[in-house]
Every structure is written in structure tokens, then in C-alpha cells.
């Protein structure tokens, strides 16, 4: 299975600014996918990352606030912009390769915190 | 809208007895299942899958079960280890459409292995 390695694996930063995240898959993947994991809760899919393409957003986020890249298919960034407390959560990066019913495997995740 | 449910938000084992882990959902479009266990400062692992073609999957000592009329499944996992101690996560995937590839995952359930 793939291996994924998201940068950084935490930060602490002030509201209002923004943070891009990471994430590098070992071997070339079909699909990437950006999750949050907030504070006691489950993990959200925020949007699939598209090679070449703008990203695919989930209902209740927007590219104004988390714009993502997929240059190449093994990397992707996701950008959280003009934080708010709120913001403060767990995003996860995923892959999965292949047509049909494949598993999505995860990075460790980047653990942010808004001040 | 909580597509995915798991109502058990913890669950205590002896260790080497029997847990089970259950899952319920609403979609009647999913149609490939998955459980993730994580362990604190981590990424989610992928455990185990079962697609809805089947009623049961097997791999070692961790066993998915499906009903589909109830739109239920659950992970049996025989013996219990300590180390099996983590929060798991039931996910499901629709295979077309606009749902393709795209993780619900439940809330989670907290497992402790007691030795």
C-alpha cells in the first residue's frame, strides 16, 4: 500500500493568517483526498484532490478558504486560509489507487492549533 | 445527516475474548465497506473491507460481517489483544457517480483490551 507523508505533522498559528499542508505519496495514486478531523468528532471529507484540475469540494467547504493543488500524482497541498479558532482540527491527507473498490490509505495527519 | 452511525462511542475487553465492533447506515447507495483503526497521533489503518456482493470477510483474526437489509455490519475481532486498543472507525463508499471513492465514516468507537 501507499505510503504518505504529510507536512508539517503540527503547528500552532495566529488567526488570521494561513498554513499549506503537505502531503507526498510514495508511489504514483489515482485519487487524493483532503479530510478534518475536529476536536472529539469523526473525519470529514473536505475535497478530492484532482491532477491538473481544480478540486472537488464536499458541501460546506469552499476554495476560498481551503484551496488545494494536485500538480502531479503524487503530491497535493491544502491551504487553510484567514484561521479562526474553529479551524483548530486534525487534516488528513488519503490515497487510493486504482478502479473499484480500493481501500483509501491515510498520512499521520498535521494537527493544527489557532490562537 | 449521520449517514454512518456507530452508537457505541466505547467498548471494554478481556483480553482474549471476543470484540465486536457495530455499524449502521442509512445510504442505500453504499456499497463497499471499511474499517479504519487509529491510534492516537496517527493516521487511520486500513483493517479490513467488505463489499456489498458479499455477507462476510475474513483476514486473520478480524472478521466484517454484512446485512444488508439492515444495513448493518460489524467487525469481529477473535482474541482480543491489548494492542488491538485504539478508536475504530466503520467507513462506507458508494462505487458511481458523484459518490466514487468518497469516505462517510462513522463517529468511532473506543476499544480498550484489557489484559
Known amino acids: 500500500s501507499a505510503v504518505i507523508s504529510q507536512k508539517p505533522s503540527r503547528d500552532i498559528c495566529q488567526r488570521g493568517t494561513s498554513l499549506t499542508i503537505q502531503c507526498q505519496v510514495d508511489?504514483?495514486?489515482?485519487?487524493m483526498f483532503w479530510y478534518r478531523q475536529q476536536p472529539g468528532q469523526s473525519l470529514t471529507l473536505i475535497a478530492t484532490?484532482?491532477?491538473?484540475?481544480?478540486?472537488?469540494?464536499e458541501s460546506g467547504f469552499v476554495i476560498d478558504k481551503f484551496p488545494i493543488s494536485r500538480p502531479n500524482l503524487t503530491f497535493s497541498t491544502l491551504t487553510v486560509s484567514n484561521m479562526s479558532p474553529e479551524d483548530s482540527s486534525i487534516y488528513l491527507c488519503?490515497?487510493?489507487?486504482?478502479?473499484?473498490?480500493?481501500?483509501?490509505?491515510f498520512g499521520d495527519g498535521t494537527r493544527l492549533s489557532i490562537l | 445527516d449521520q449517514q454512518v452511525k456507530q452508537n457505541s462511542p466505547s467498548l471494554s475487553v478481556q483480553e482474549g475474548r471476543i470484540s465486536i465492533l457495530n455499524c449502521d447506515y442509512t445510504?442505500?447507495?453504499?456499497?463497499?465497506f471499511l474499517w479504519y483503526k487509529k491510534y492516537p497521533a496517527e493516521g487511520p489503518t486500513f483493517l479490513i473491507s467488505?463489499?456489498?456482493?458479499?455477507d462476510k470477510n475474513e483476514d486473520g483474526r478480524f472478521t466484517v460481517f454484512l446485512n444488508k437489509s439492515a444495513k448493518h455490519l460489524s467487525l469481529h475481532i477473535v482474541p482480543s489483544q491489548p494492542g488491538d486498543s485504539a478508536v475504530y472507525f466503520c467507513?462506507?463508499?458508494?462505487?458511481?457517480?458523484?459518490?466514487?471513492?468518497?469516505?462517510?465514516f462513522g463517529q468511532g468507537t473506543i476499544l480498550t483490551v484489557h489484559p
Open positions: 484532490a484532482n491532477q491538473g484540475s481544480e478540486a472537488t469540494y
Open positions: 467488505i463489499s456489498s456482493i458479499k
Open positions: 488519503s490515497a487510493r489507487d486504482g478502479t473499484g473498490n480500493q481501500p483509501q490509505h
Open positions: 445510504n442505500s447507495m453504499f456499497d463497499y
Open positions: 467507513a462506507a463508499s458508494g462505487l458511481g457517480g458523484t459518490s466514487y471513492g468518497k469516505l462517510t
Open positions: 508511489s504514483q495514486v489515482t485519487m
